[in-house]
């Protein structure tokens, strides 16, 4: 997981989605994780998060920004407006916390989306797999227009990794037999009776 700062993150957010009315300061640890946090929560380890305060709004927030200052995050997004968040303004500059002042209306699943994309990024795995997959389907492509052909790319396990588009004039029969590995089945009984197959 690669350490990010709030900059990051306000960098990726909407225009007028949030602001940043405190910055973190200087001494705040970097952000390494995301954490929900709802304002109910009694005990929180907050340290190194940064923290959505879901379930309330403006002055409401103080005694769950009051709980988290136990373990300090480096930055609270909380939704109002700044009239209402003066006295928890007060309280995380004095702690050193940032405050990110989100939108009434913004979508905390938005907000949620991209801290996770700069928070926790793709795996490299992951990213690596997508383009194998992406590859394999551009070589199974071009395969079948170079050769006028349907073209299918399996693993050692017969397991289909990738197959051509080209032209949609594919019986269903063969699409079976394909992606199933199934044939008619009276062959496939023909093959049963015959040994050939168990």
Known sequence: ?????????????????????????????????????????????????????????????????????????????????????????ELLQAAGLGLLLVDPAADWDRLLSIAKDRIQPRSYESEVLTLLEEDLFAIAQTTARLTSSHVLIEDAANKVLAYSTVTNDIDELRKASILSRRGPRKYELLLKDLGCVS
Do not use: C, H, Q, Y
């Open 1 to 89: 997981m690669a350490a990010v700062t709030v900059d990051d993150i306000l960098s990726d957010l909407p225009l007028g989605f949030a602001s940043l009315i405190l910055r973190p300061a200087p001494s705040a640890p970097a952000i390494e994780r995301f954490l929900i946090v709802d304002a109910d929560d009694e005990s929180v380890e907050a340290a190194g998060a940064f923290v959505l305060l879901i379930g309330v709004r403006g002055r409401s927030a103080l005694p769950a920004l009051r709980r988290l200052l136990k373990d300090p995050p480096p930055v609270v997004a909380v939704k109002g407006n700044r009239e209402d968040l003066a006295e928890a303004e």
